[in-house]
């Protein structure tokens, strides 16, 4: 079935010509912060409407203080959010007052914008609003589909500069639920460690959850404290993860399809750590659908985003070298996945 769009024109405000007013919570379904209507009138010539009168703008883009605009910092992103998923689709922008003027828009998995999913940096000019689209074969990096978090933000921390832009005729459409395994539900010690089974409605093996505290430097969290790993990487085999030959590859499986879009990976010990990921649609790994082999660091955790791995029953990391003599172990967190027919997971749940 074909995704129905929605178009916000921001037209039925009734203001004035050169009137203004803030964009309250609300509106077209979304929260607002940094949001303002304007009836361009010719006094900034760079704010242009594309259809009917009114625009979008950002309220504080100066730095400086603005009367009904205190819901954030000065200089804040302009953001639009909600709780159910949505994908943003296309937006016609704007420069209110200097040509060149960069705008980076980022999309958010969860509402607090700790989680990003999606990046594009666009150029904009004066007096004209530029078609800008957010399809996933145009952006910097990863996906705007799912997101419930949208940021809007052209502040150069220059407090000479002046960094207004306008938006009009935003078209999102809604998506299927997106959730994230950060595995920070599980409570571990410090570097402790415990097997992976059953987690979040999903079945691991050959992975364990960790709880980084410095002493292995390479594992980096993107979020909490605690990250999975692979077990044994080394081919050897180590108490509590029999359950498959050592050296085999994470395996994460789930009797309901799903697409994973990404998740943040960090090598323990060693830079340039190739893991092959590989998707399949059937749980016992025959039908091979989508593979992808990325180079992780040390001591960061990389944001890697995915966008054919669609309607998966198994999903593998592998980091096995075939040389037993490296340390291929490599850690994982925040896992994005999004699928109409998996219940986004409540409460942890480890067996």
Do not use: C
């Amino acid at each position: 079935m074909a995704n129905l769009s929605t178009t916000l024109t921001f037209d039925s405000f009734d203001l004035a010509e050169g009137g203004e007013s803030r964009l309250a919570n609300g509106y077209g379904g979304f929260n607002w912060q940094q949001a303002g209507i304007y009836n361009p009138n010719g006094a900034i010539a760079g704010y242009v409407a594309s259809s009917g009168q009114n625009i979008l703008f950002i309220a504080e883009a100066a730095n400086n203080e603005v009367a009904g605009y205190e819901d954030a910092a000065a200089g804040s992103a302009l953001v639009m959010s909600r709780e159910t998923p949505f994908t943003l689709d296309t937006i016609q922008l704007s420069s209110a007052f200097r040509d060149g003027l960069t705008v980076t828009i980022r999309a958010y998995a969860d509402q607090a914008g700790t989680i990003l999913i999606g990046e594009k940096t666009v150029t904009v000019d004066t007096a004209a609003q530029s078609l800008v689209s957010f399809a996933d074969d145009g952006l910097d990096y990863g996906t705007f589909s799912g997101a419930t978090r949208i940021e809007f933000n052209a502040n150069d921390n220059n407090a000479g500069t002046n960094d207004y832009f306008g938006i009009d005729n935003l078209t999102y459409h809604d998506t299927p639920p997106t959730f994230t395994l950060d595995f920070d539900d599980i409570a571990l010690a410090p570097g402790a460690e415990t097997a992976l089974g059953t987690y979040q409605g999903f079945t691991f093996a050959e992975a364990g959850a960790y709880h980084v505290d410095g002493s292995l430097p390479g594992y980096t969290a993107a979020s909490g404290t605690n990250i999975g790993f692979i077990a044994e990487a080394n081919n050897n085999e180590v108490v509590g993860y029999e359950g498959q030959a050592a050296g085999s590859p994470v395996v994460i499986t789930n009797p309901d399809a799903f697409d994973f879009l990404g998740g943040a990976f960090s090598a323990a010990f060693r830079d340039g750590v190739a893991v092959t990921i590989r998707g399949y649609s059937d749980a016992d790994g025959f039908n091979l659908v989508a593979e992808e082999t990325i180079v992780v660091r040390a001591g960061s955790a990389q944001p890697f985003s995915f966008e054919t791995f669609d309607g998966l029953h198994r999903l593998e990391f592998s980091t096995n070298d075939g040389n037993p003599g490296t340390n291929d172990y490599v850690g994982f967190d925040n896992l994005l996945f999004r699928a109409a027919d998996v219940a986004a997971p409540g409460e942890g749940i480890l067996i």
